[in-house]
């Protein structure tokens, strides 16, 4: 009966762990920015297209209102068009297998909140 007791407890004081550990391992929507995002958009910016980046002005000039515009966006960016070097607008694509549909909302509702 005492060893029942000590392997219930165990399981418990296991269970909670991994809901811990859990929530932990879940990234916000800054750090999942800084690791997929910064290196294109520094600080909101954007080192390929100075007309195109994550302000609260050039995101509306471009129609990107919203977090769902902002998931469009991630999810089928416009082509390279290369008779505009200076205008470089190939973003890379990163589907489903590379951010998730949650993931990558996290980080549009982190760019409409952080870059105004």
């Known amino acids: 009966m005492k060893t029942a007791r000590l392997f219930l407890v165990v399981l418990v004081l296991l269970g909670f762990a991994v809901a811990l550990f859990a929530e932990e391992a879940e990234q916000t929507g800054e ?3 800084k690791q997929n995002c910064s290196s294109c958009h520094p600080d909101g910016g954007n ?3 100075k007309s195109k980046t994550l ?3 050039d995101r509306e000039t471009n129609g990107i209102n919203t977090a769902d515009d902002i998931v469009k966006k991630r999810r089928n960016p416009e082509a390279l068009d290369l008779s505009h070097p200076n205008q470089w607008c190939g973003m890379k694509v990163f589907d489903e297998t590379k951010l998730s549909d949650r993931d990558l909302r ?3 509702e982190y760019i409409l909140k952080t870059f105004n």
Do not use: E, G, P
Request: hydrophobic share 60%; aromatic share 16%.
């Open 31 to 33: 750090a999942l920015f």
């Open 106 to 108: 996290k980080i549009a």
């Open 47 to 49: 080192i390929f297209n």
């Open 55 to 57: 302000s609260r002005n």
